[in-house]
């Protein structure tokens, strides 16, 4: 992985020091170097008591899915897994309906992920699995395995049950958490490289804590961003390959959620926004607005250099379209890194839009821990620049109160 | 459709005998009415020279994809088509070849659409797709149909062929343009309710320019946007149903490249941010940023009434987890509405965050089709009020003209 900033300040490199500290207490830090034993031991008790697991459905939310989702899709659109995964992510009857209508039950093990252990959304969903099992007369004996807090509710439901139940380390936030049994879990029985993920991870945070290339970088880009975190509001996200599509919704949390917040001292409402979009095809989309639009955002551009699937533009000249020969010959691999180098220049001519590129060599499960844990330690770093606390989500507090009260009333009216 | 706005200003009335002026020289606001015999000539002559078609392939990119996408998979969603529709819109190899992967080549008919003709995605999937056919023997003859501006070198090239050519209206532009041949036809194949759809849009329309309820409000709406653009820089579309994830993909097209503009008067960098969000889902990802992070952005909340999808939750007592008893019964229909009305009062409750709200009935052509009119027409009155040209997108061409450079020099190197 490279990154190249097209801007440059002075970085704040005190704030090296408050991360040094912080890196005691929160969790995620510690995720690269996490013991595996547990996905050994669990696979194993997983293998002797399931057969013919065709079919893995998460029931989560937020930090429960998207980071696992994410990983899973960017992969798979390189290779075929041995079992399917589907997300049950959402209350909307025909979005459960359609994911449902994929899945044999028989052939089926479902997660149920919920950090709290009471998500609404996922508790629904968990109970409408239960009826159509007992409806379909499939038993329940360890066809869920929970992930959850140590202590939750959720984990004492679980031991009342043959089950198997996993949990989210300490002080590891939802939208921080696919590198640990959240998304370890359901990974490793598909075969995903697991420790080529955590060793990704590792490098770039080696990279960051021993004074490696991707310090001065981080540091560097995290206080452009800060600094100017009232005038470039926006941070856009332009990825160049169609796999990275889940990423940028994992990426539009760990942002969003992480940022937005009331200011530590002053309780002053801030934030940064972010926005992913996806090459070439989003350039006939959101490009004209970058381009020639309010100067609000910054672009990160991301590169797969080598995406390890040879199809080329035949030499076909089509009539009354001679001026299209330009493009013959080219290999489709070559093509969408020209577009997106053509991006790049035009938006650094500009002058007035801070530009930075990352390029990873290849989809593979090194690389998706490398731009992981890149994102991440970005997002403490700004987090602790603009100071805010990048670990809680106190706003969505309100919405459940007031949905508790709407449930609570709902028989009355 | 009912919208709801939870802000107020004065109106600028001023703009809608502009947008009257407008009418007659820009194309989209007449789609609504057009003769559709062309569709039904195209039907005929389609099926006599077809037979056994099960795959629609759009070769098309941004406004040649994303309202026909739109419509497509949100209906797709509620019923069984007879023939699937699928989208090449990216020059990523593999994309190209995951989609291509789902289709019988003898089975499937091919769209071309472009408005100019010349786009280089387009362009290069399509060649490739002629590289294939001619590996596998298979004819090109009717197996294409084109879709593009009258007097386009692609119309000049399509009548090479065997093979079906329609046509954009004129001064319809491409983000303008999915109630034009551009959508109508490939959906008119698979037995979407044309009529309807224009119907739908064709009150909205009625409705604002003969003085319906709808005038006052998108005026007041537009006229806030527009004089908030500095502070309210952003506009969230937050829709609770999963089915509408890719019209928030048109969404963003249409307000992001028809407003973010050099102003007509000043050449200043103006514009307003689109973001597409999806309800329950993004409650746990984007909504802390909303309700903490800094006040520049609107909401407008989305919701269906009727999913026409009866599935509940059963009455299941979880050992432990009595406490979520309170959604016992609950239909899933009505727990998603539950959610997003609390998630309208929390925002309302903040007292600085602009919200509105729009229901539809339900999911059908003649709802879509007046929510599609709606957006459009207030991206017309917001681009006035701003004071930009809502139908060009003059930002895309210089790297358009970087991109032509590096292909051509690519030899040289």
Known sequence: MTNRLFFNIKPEFGVFETICK????????NLPEQNLDYLEEYKKDFNSKNREIEHLVIMGIGGSSLGLKAIYRTLKSKKDFTKKIHFLESTDPIAIKTELK???FKKTHFFMISKSGTTTETTAIYKYILGLLKEKKISEDYRFTYITDKGSLLEEHAKSKKSFCLYIPKNVGGRFSVLSAVGLTPLSLIEVDIKALLHGAK?????????????EILLEKATYYAK????YNINTLFAYSESFKYFIEWYVQLWGESLGKKQLKSSFNVGLTPVGIIGPKDQHSFLQLIVDGLRDKSVTVLKIKNFNYDISIPDI?????????SI????FNSLINFQADSIIETLVNKGDIPVDTIELECINEENLGKFIFYYELLTSLVAQMIGVDAYGQPGVEESKIILKKKLQNRGLS
Chains 1, 2 share one sequence.
């Not at 100017?228 to 005038?231: R, W």
């Not at 013959?328 to 290999?331: A, D, I, M, P």
Request: glycine share 8%; no cysteine.
């Open 22 to 29: 912080e890196k005691k207490s929160i969790g995620y830090y």
């Open 102 to 104: 994929k899945v044999n």
């Open 203 to 215: 490098q770039i945070k080696n990279s960051f804590f021993e004074n490696g290339y991707i310090k």
């Open 228 to 231: 100017n975190s009232m005038k």
């Open 317 to 325: 000249n089509l009539e009354k379209l001679e001026s299209m020969n």
């Open 328 to 331: 013959n010959g080219l290999s």
